[in-house]
């Protein structure tokens, strides 16, 4: 495969790391980077946290230029033909391909009458992090819509600022979905006590905007009025994939891989936030948007380009992980959680462990500040072990 001529759709860690990747593998072929942003690639979970609070300005990679990869950036990709192995962009530029990776990420899901604008926001990018950053330094409020991981960390860094926060969720605590009632009730009483007025079970009913038709605030499905000049919406984001359609790669929900990162049609490849893999361990496919995910699978990907053997059997059963800072919190998690599993909640060393299983399999972990204790646990995940084992091996 050394002279093949790779192309990879998307610009960020995913797209990034599996140049990488290839080089150090020995392809000696051209490799295109195609990205919609017009930055080079970026760490992204630092924007809601280091950059929000000011610490960092720029979280550019290093090393992105010394790859020999030509990067076409702030073009978007609008088609992909399978048949003439070839992408099209916004430009209307033709970029061939024998092979091409598509490490897309997703696209902000948005509220109607909550389109990002003029008081409205959402973080996906550094430009919308350093935006959002000036704005609620000179208001010194912001209301945050959806309390996943994203709107939590936000609420976070703005109370570092000194900046007032209201959290609005449809369901009954912060993170439910993702981390299960137990885990929730702790994130929401981590951030009441750094003071935010969280809402939740609440739906926004309308902007209301001042004469000039700037934002001065929202009114709840309850009657109630919350004042600020700023929102956020948080609420998830839309696979990039809209572009593929009838292109013959498979679609649900994001783009159907194999555990190789293989879509249905010959030599396309897909990772990140928008890409299906098939997953072992979850008995299914799944689309993970976890940065460790992305970065795991580039390797894969790079490898299946490469022509090298398989994945072996414990990569593919590699659990995801995942971690969020709030606060002076480090919440991490390890494998895939259900809101069905039976928790066990432990004390380690003073912190809190949660232990997800079914039918007696521990299935997933999730620890307030104790990396430690967690990563002991993915092994167990990894193999199907008992709950029992893994009580036993983190109780004191």
Request: glycine share 12%.
């Amino acid at each position: 495969m050394g002279e093949q001529n790779v192309l990879i759709v998307g610009g960020g860690v995913g797209g990034l790391r599996v140049a990488e990747q290839l080089r150090q593998r020995g392809h000696a072929g051209a490799i295109a980077v195609v990205g919609a942003e017009r930055h080079l690639p970026y760490d992204r979970p630092p924007l809601s946290k280091h950059v929000l609070r000011g610490e960092r300005d720029s979280t550019t990679f290093p090393g992105v230029e010394d790859l020999g990869v030509t990067w076409v950036l702030g073009t978007r990709a609008v088609s992909l033909d399978t048949a003439t192995r070839s992408v099209r962009t916004d430009d209307g530029s033709g970029y061939g391909y024998d092979v091409v990776v598509l490490a897309l990420g997703g696209r902000p899901r948005t509220i109607p009458g909550l389109e990002a604008g003029r008081g409205i926001h959402v973080l996906r990018t550094i430009d919308d992090a350093l935006s959002l950053r000036d704005s609620i330094r000179a208001t010194g409020r912001v209301i945050v819509i959806g309390a996943g991981f994203i709107g939590c960390e936000v609420a976070a860094s703005a109370r570092h600022l000194g900046v007032e926060v209201d959290v609005i969720e449809a369901l009954p605590a912060p993170l439910v979905r993702v981390l299960g009632p137990e885990a929730a009730a702790k994130v929401a009483a981590l951030h009441v006590s750094h003071g935010v007025r969280l809402h939740t079970e609440a739906s926004v009913l309308e902007v209301l905007r001042s004469p000039d038709g700037g934002v001065c605030g929202v009114r709840l499905g309850d009657g109630t009025e919350i004042e600020g000049a700023d929102i956020v919406v948080g609420i998830g984001i839309v696979p990039d994939t809209a572009w593929l359609e009838g292109s013959g790669v498979k679609l649900q929900d994001g783009i159907v891989c194999d555990d190789s990162g293989r879509t249905s049609a010959p030599d396309v490849y897909a990772l990140g936030d928008a890409a299906q893999w098939w997953h072992e361990l979850a008995d299914g496919h799944r689309r993970v948007e976890h940065w460790t995910s992305t970065t795991d699978q580039a390797g894969v990907v790079a490898s299946a380009v490469a022509g090298e053997p398989g994945a072996p059997p414990s990569e593919l059963r590699a659990a995801p992980y995942f971690w969020s800072d709030q606060y002076d919190v480090k919440i991490q998690g390890i494998g895939f959680i259900d809101a069905s599993d039976q928790v066990d909640q432990l004390v380690v060393r003073d912190r809190s462990v949660l232990l997800y299983s079914r039918d007696g399999i521990v299935r997933a972990v999730v620890g307030f500040s104790i990396p430690a204790a967690v990563m002991r646990t993915k092994p167990l995940i990894e193999r199907g072990a008992p709950v029992a084992e893994a009580i036993r091996l983190l109780s004191p």
